[in-house]
């Protein structure tokens, strides 16, 4: 079962599954999520926080045997001007959840995690040992779920895999899912906004201890990011040999907002000016990430480039409409 599954990147993640002849059953409220996004699978729209529909679902697929958990809120600004509904959401959500599939005996939870979550180190690079200092009320409610979950598994029959991932660029190579949001608040995004209309792209913020000044991501390709789950999925009862386990997903290598404007320009047809700006609530100066233990515990690392990612996100802009509307 993938919980947000009719997301962008719960979506993505089912298409893989199904791609690798895993059978997914979609769950999500869509809130955010698309039905069109599920079309084809089995689909139960609502809450996760809905025992009566966790059971219901159980009942009717008595074969899952696995749950990836990708349903969330995940706007840093949103988060800094509404952090109730943040923490209700993804913590309290989240608990109710937990006890759901206990109930109905299951016992493999993958938790789509965030790296927003490290204390960056001097040199913007984290491991998963890196120590936590969450920035945004959305950050800090992936941390305290992620501390929840592993006094959990501590205590009951459940197993948690919470994969940490940075900034998911582009679509499905076959462009079935892409970003749903037709104005995404992230950077391509508004690359791709600003270069549409004509318009300057703001880079937002230009003192961190960067390279260049703008905030550094790790700018990850979406299929890149749903075949990592498709390898977690795999070898989970391999690899889980303590009940909680935390994994990286990234490029390792980072970009920076002014490497990403310049990316963008090398694959556009359209290219974007660009002009500097302040940075916005709760943003931070970003990091990357080392995935020696992806690449060792799931042989997995990424196959794509950002100028990939930079492509798909352009070629789904340009279908998107005609698929949902």
Known sequence: M???????????????CSDAGISPVILDNLVT????????????????????LIDKIFAKHPDIEAVIHAAALIVVPESVADPIRYFRVNVSGSLEFTAHLLRNGCTRLIFSSSASIYQVNDDLTVTEDSPLDPQSPYARSKAITEGMFADIAAATPLRILSLRYFNPVGADPKMRTG????APSHALGKIIQAAAKRTVFHVTGTAYPTRDGSGIRDYIHVWDLATAH????ERFDTIMTSPNLV?????????TVRELVAAFNRVSDQP?????????PG???????????????????????????????????????????
């Open 230 to 233: 498709v390898a977690a999925l």
């Open 2 to 16: 993938i919980a947000g599954g009719a997301g962008f990147i719960g979506s993505t993640v089912a298409l893989a």
């Open 272 to 280: 974007v000016e660009s002009a500097d700006a302040p940075a916005r």
């Open 283 to 325: 943003d931070v100066a970003g990091a990357y990430t080392r995935i020696d233990r992806a690449r060792r515990l799931l042989d997995w690392e990424p196959r794509f480039t950002v100028e990939d990612g930079i492509r798909d996100s352009l070629r789904w802009v340009a279908v998107r409409d005609s698929l949902l509307g």
């Open 179 to 182: 970003l749903q949001n037709p």
């Open 247 to 255: 994994i990286n997903l990234g490029t390792g290598t980072g970009t």
């Open 33 to 52: 999520g698309r039905a069109e996004f599920a079309q084809g699978l089995p689909f139960y729209q609502g809450d996760i926080a809905d025992g009566d």
